[in-house]
C-alpha cells in the first residue's frame, strides 16, 4: 500500500503488534478500522486540528513518511497515521484519551507514535535548523533584518522561553522551578527575519538564566571564533558584547533613543517567533506530561515542523496574549569591549 492509498482506503490494522511488543503469550488481535482524517474533514476543520493545511499534511508525510514504514515483524500503523496522530497531539494538546479514540489507535501507543515521529524529523535538524554556513547566506539574513527598520548587521535574534513539564522528582527537581514558581525547560531560540529558527538548546532547567544559556553554549563559542560577519540582538538579559548588542539602559542621547526604538523593533521577530510557534503546537504553551527525554526531543522537532510550515507559506495561527514573551528578570549593565563598539556603532549609524 502507497502513502497515497490511505487517502482513499479504510485500514484495518493489528492493535496489539503496532510497535512490535514482544509478549509471554500472543492474545487474540483485535481490529479497529481507521479512516483518514484527510477524509473525515473539511479544509478548515483538518487544518484547526491538525495545524498544517491537508496540502502540507501529506508534504510531511513524503518528507518523513519513509522512516516510518514497519519493518514487516508486527502490525502495520501507516506512516500516515504516525504522523497525523503526532501533528494532532501536539497541535492541539488534547487528552491522548481523544486521539486515541479518534484514530483508532490504543493509548499506551500515542507516546510511541510521537516519539517515532519525532525522531524521524529530528534526524533531519541539519537541514531545517542551522546557522547562515557562508557570507552570502548570512548577507541574505541581515538584509531582511535590515528591511524591518533599517538596522544594520543583524544576523539573528535571541531569547529563551519556558516550556512547562511535569514535576521533576528527586534532588535536581527545585532546579526545574522558575521565577514564575512552576517547573519548566528554559529552551534558547536564534530566529531570522522570517521567524524561522536557526538555533535551538532546549536541555536547560527552568531556573538558569538566558545569558548562562548563551555563555555555555557551543554558538557562543562560534560568535567568539568569528565564525559570523554580523551580530545578535538580545535584550537586557544578556551581557552586551561585540556580536550580542543589547539595549542601552538609561539613554541619554537622541541617537541611544533611536537605537533603542530600531533594537525593539527589529528584536521583536524573536517574540514573534515564539507566539507564532506556540499557537501553532499548543502543546509548548500549555506544557508537557511526557518524560523530560521525550519532551526535549518533541521541542526540537517542532521547532523543525515550524520552519517547515515557513516553508511551506502555512497560514499562522493567532497569537493569543499569554503566548508574549516577558523579558528576562535582571538586567546586565553593558561595559567593557562590548560597550563600547555599541556606542561606536551607535555614533555611525544613528
Not at 508534504?59 to 513518511?65: H, P
Not at 526545574?176 to 525547560?185: A, T, W
Request: net charge positive; aromatic share 10%.
Amino acid at each position: 500500500m502507497s502513502i497515497r492509498d490511505i487517502e482513499s482506503v479504510e485500514e484495518v490494522v493489528f492493535m496489539d503488534e503496532i510497535f512490535d511488543c514482544e509478549q509471554p503469550r500472543r492474545k487474540k488481535k483485535s481490529y479497529r478500522a481507521r479512516v483518514s482524517p484527510l477524509e473525515m474533514y473539511s479544509d478548515a476543520e483538518f487544518r484547526r486540528k491538525y495545524r498544517f493545511s491537508k496540502e502540507g499534511a501529506i508534504k510531511l508525510i513524503d518528507l518523513f513518511g519513509a522512516q516510518l514504514k514497519s519493518d514487516g515483524r508486527g502490525g502495520k500503523l501507516s506512516p500516515d497515521l504516525q504522523i497525523l496522530t503526532a501533528l494532532r497531539c501536539w497541535g492541539r494538546n488534547e487528552v491522548q484519551d481523544d486521539s486515541a479514540d479518534l484514530h483508532g489507535i490504543s493509548q499506551q501507543s500515542i507516546t510511541n507514535v510521537c516519539r517515532r515521529v519525532a525522531l524521524s524529523i529530528v534526524q533531519k535538524r541539519q537541514m531545517y535548523i542551522r546557522m547562515p554556513a557562508n557570507l552570502d547566506e548570512e548577507v541574505q539574513k541581515m538584509n531582511m533584518f535590515s528591511d524591518i527598520c533599517g538596522f544594520r548587521s543583524v544576523v539573528g535574534c535571541i531569547d529563551c522561553t519556558h516550556i512547562r513539564i511535569p514535576h521533576v522528582p528527586g534532588n535536581e527537581g527545585h532546579y526545574y522551578i522558575n521565577r514564575k514558581n512552576f517547573p519548566s525547560l528554559n529552551v534558547q531560540v536564534v530566529c531570522d527575519a522570517s521567524l524561522k529558527i536557526m538555533d535551538i538548546v532546549a536541555r536547560w532547567y527552568g531556573s538558569a538564566h538566558d545569558s548562562r544559556i548563551f555563555n555555555e553554549s557551543a554558538l557562543k563559542l562560534k560568535f567568539e571564533g568569528g565564525q559570523f560577519y554580523g551580530r545578535l540582538l538580545g535584550d537586557s538579559g544578556y551581557a552586551c558584547t561585540p556580536y550580542l548588542f543589547t539595549p542601552v539602559l538609561r539613554p541619554r542621547s537622541r541617537k541611544e533613543v533611536r537605537y533603542n526604538a530600531m533594537h525593539v523593533r527589529t528584536r521583536n521577530s524573536v517574540e514573534r517567533c515564539f507566539g507564532v510557534l506556540k499557537s501553532r503546537f499548543r502543546c509548548l504553551q500549555t506544557g508537557f506530561r511526557n518524560s523530560l527525554e521525550n519532551i526535549k526531543l518533541y521541542i526540537v522537532a517542532l521547532a523543525i515542523l515550524h520552519n517547515i510550515a515557513i516553508i511551506f507559506n502555512e497560514e499562522e495561527f493567532p497569537v493569543e496574549e499569554e503566548v508574549v514573551e516577558e523579558q528576562e528578570l535582571q538586567p546586565i549593565q553593558a561595559v567593557g569591549r562590548g560597550a563600547a563598539v555599541r556606542a561606536a556603532f551607535i555614533e555611525e549609524n544613528f
